[in-house]
């Protein structure tokens, strides 16, 4: 199974500074015959579920503000928020869907404001 | 509006069997794969199960094979977990999730994508 790794666990920004996650898989996750990245990004506000953020490595959900981006490629993956908001306090999670079943995700990363 | 509403969460003890439901409403249930994913108190997200969308392909997680069984019926908007020989580390709170296809980049059973999530029902193992 492939293992999905954050960093860091957790992060402190200051409202209007630029977030940063990362998330290593332990395999590549781009298929070479598509030059898709199988990879999504998700935020869990506190007492709610998981809310899809992000896909294919970069592609932005509809309905989710631009200040959210994704980037990476193979086992490498970046999200950021450019312009932190105080209702981005969350936990946010990566997870492949490359491999067949299990989908695994990242543990997560919790973003604080500082 | 897409609702996924779970219900059937409960105390019960360490052996016991306990059947989730996920009532689904505002698309077409019988088109789309389906997803059990769980978060235990404080933990991160677990895939649990998958079933395509007309219930002849299911997946599980490795820990769980033999003691959960994933169902549909798809004539009543509904998906099942069935949980049987409950241990402690069950304990979480349950998600049914939809899969988000993408034709032609993805298996035809499922992409992986979960783009709505229910409220989550919260399954409590102890003695």
């Known amino acids: 199974d492939i293992v999905m790794t954050q960093s860091p666990d957790s992060l402190s920004v200051s409202l209007g500074e630029r977030a940063t996650i990362n998330c290593k898989s332990s395999?590549?996750?781009?298929?070479?015959?598509?030059?898709?990245?199988?990879l999504a990004w998700y935020r869990q506000k506190p007492g709610q579920p998981p809310k899809l953020l992000i896909y294919?490595?970069?592609t932005r959900e509809s309905g989710v503000p631009d200040r959210f981006s994704g980037s990476g490629s193979g086992t490498d993956f970046t999200l950021t928020i450019s312009s932190l908001q105080a209702e981005d306090v969350a936990v946010y999670y990566c997870q492949q869907y490359y491999s067949a079943p299990p989908y695994s995700f990242g543990q997560g990363t919790k973003l604080e404001i500082k | 509006e897409v609702q996924l509403v779970e219900s059937g969460g409960d105390l019960v003890q360490p052996g016991g069997s306990l059947r989730l439901s996920c009532a689904a409403s505002g698309f077409t249930f019988s088109n789309y794969a389906m997803y059990w994913v769980r978060q235990a108190p404080g933990k991160g997200l677990e895939f649990v199960s998958l079933?395509?969308?007309?219930?002849?392909?299911?997946y599980y997680a490795d820990s769980l094979k033999g003691r959960f069984t994933i169902s549909r019926d798809n004539s009543k908007n509904t998906l099942y977990l069935q949980m049987g020989n409950l241990r402690p580390e069950d304990m979480a709170v349950y998600y049914c999730?939809?899969?988000?296809?993408?034709?032609?980049?993805?298996?035809?059973?499922?992409?992986?994508?979960?783009?709505?999530w229910g409220q989550g029902t919260l399954v409590t193992v102890s003695s």
């Open positions: 079933i395509s969308s007309n219930g002849g392909s299911t």
């Open positions: 395999q590549s996750v781009l298929y070479n015959s598509n030059n898709k990245n199988y």
């Open positions: 294919w490595a970069s």
């Open positions: 999730a939809r899969d988000s296809p993408r034709p032609g980049y993805c298996s035809s059973t499922s992409c992986g994508i979960f783009d709505y």
